[in-house]
């Protein structure tokens, strides 16, 4: 498996802090610049199927977007298009053409109904699991585990046609419990946010509303994941380094 870094976006698209309260929407428009900037200093951006391979170039990036948002779908897309990026979504099975009601400050946002995951399918993109309805996974009873994990799996099979190889773990959290599910459902890897577990919990980097360009390349240099790990065991020092280097604005 390969050693790329891999980006966590989640929606794409404009809205203000007040329908985005999570800066989950990042614009098309900075998109389009930050996947330039990437392809401009060399980086090759992969399939899962390269990822999975572990023979990609040095400098490569997986970019991967959770849970299935309609927005990601009719203005993330074009951009992957126009540049010939490929990527991987994310999607919630047990959710899909419903809304983001798991987030009780904007349970509103269109997800793609099964013929949007038809239509990424056919785009090129790989279309995986982020479990059946963003439960969370550490400590849960056997039943919700299931659901998120093998029955979540199952459905996303029945709809692609095929098994899904890839888990993302809803708000990035797992267990040795469930890290074992996933393994036995027979995924070939798994994802977290920064807290690496072996190969069922390999770390994402976070990109969202707020990152400026200098913040984005921050996030793209080795050792970032290392730095933002230190950084939350102390309190306060995230938000003074956000300070020093600024924050995208946002309506």
Known sequence: MSDALVLMYHAIGSRSTQRDP???????????RQLG?????????????????????RRSVLLTFDD???????EGLPVLRELAVPATVFVLSGLLGGRS???????????????????MVGAGLDVESHGWDHSHLPGTDTETLNRNVTDAA???????????????????????????????AGF???????????RFAEPR???????????????????????????????????ALHSLVGRAGRT
Do not use: C
Request: net charge neutral.
């Open 22 to 32: 999570h800066n989950l929407f990042v614009p098309p428009g900075r998109l389009r």
């Open 154 to 184: 199952r459905a996303l099979a029945e709809l692609t046609g095929r098994r899904p190889r890839a888990f993302a773990y809803p708000y990035g959290e797992h267990d040795g419990t469930a890290r074992a599910a996933v393994a036995e």
């Open 37 to 57: 900037m990437l392809l401009e200093r060399g980086w090759t951006p992969l399939t899962l199927d390269a990822y999975l391979r572990g023979d990609a170039p």
């Open 205 to 239: 980097v976070d990109v969202n509303a707020v990152d400026t360009d200098t913040t984005f390349r921050m996030k793209t240099r080795p050792g970032y994941s290392t730095l933002r790990r230190m950084s939350g065991r102390v309190p306060g020092l995230r938000p």
């Open 101 to 119: 009601r798991w987030m009780a400050d904007m349970p509103d946002e269109l997800l793609v109904d099964a013929d949007g995951v038809r239509e």
């Open 68 to 74: 299935g948002y309609q927005s990601f779908l009719e």
């Open 188 to 198: 070939d890897v798994a994802f977290s946010i920064y807290e690496k577990a072996g």
